[in-house]
């Protein structure tokens, strides 16, 4: 399947941007293109996911911050484990690999900045890993970036982690993981 976007698809791209709950007929109107055509592109933009239409909590309204990590992982099965363990983690925003000395690059966010603390204290518990850099970024003067939200249903994080068990969450340094039951939710 082609990755090259047409003039149509363009249109819809960037009406989508400033509506993503635009109608086919509204996204029609504005490409200037009919409506079954505008139904195919879109299926074939979101079939491909070259075009992403989701719904979350905006970070930068919430005032949420971010930190960005370089990890270096010595060897390959320890990368295979620490790369799934970063993307079970709902804390975790972005994951790169990079061919620098971190060889992770990990953006991640908290509530505060003692979440985002904790969250990177906790990347010390993978073997064969080291945090090589931390930037504290804090909120977004710029830009929308977009958390999913899960129901907080689980007694136990997607890392296995059971919340109530950790030293970090019982010192009120980590508000819990946000899948759980234990999340101590600043939203709601």
Sequence with gaps: ?????????????????????????????????????????????????????????????????????????INDESRKDVEQYLRDCPRVLTLFRTLEKANIHVNVWGEEDKAINSTIES??????TEIIYTHYLGTPIYGDIMLNVESGNESE??????????????????????????????VV
């Design 123 to 128: 990347f010390r518990d993978f073997p064969n």
């Design 1 to 73: 399947m082609s990755k090259k976007l047409d003039k149509t698809e363009l249109s819809i791209v960037h009406y989508l941007l400033q509506d993503g709950r635009a109608s086919i007929t509204d996204l029609a109107k504005q490409s200037g293109a009919s409506r079954p055509t505008v139904t195919s592109k879109l299926k074939r933009l979101r079939d491909s996911e070259l075009v992403l239409i989701k719904g979350g909590l905006n970070l930068s309204k919430l005032g949420f911050k971010i930190a960005c990590v370089g990890l270096e992982v």
């Design 157 to 186: 994080s997607p890392c296995g982690k059971i919340c109530p068990s950790c030293h970090r969450y019982n010192n009120n340094w980590c508000l819990g993981c946000p899948d759980t039951t234990s999340y101590k939710n600043t």
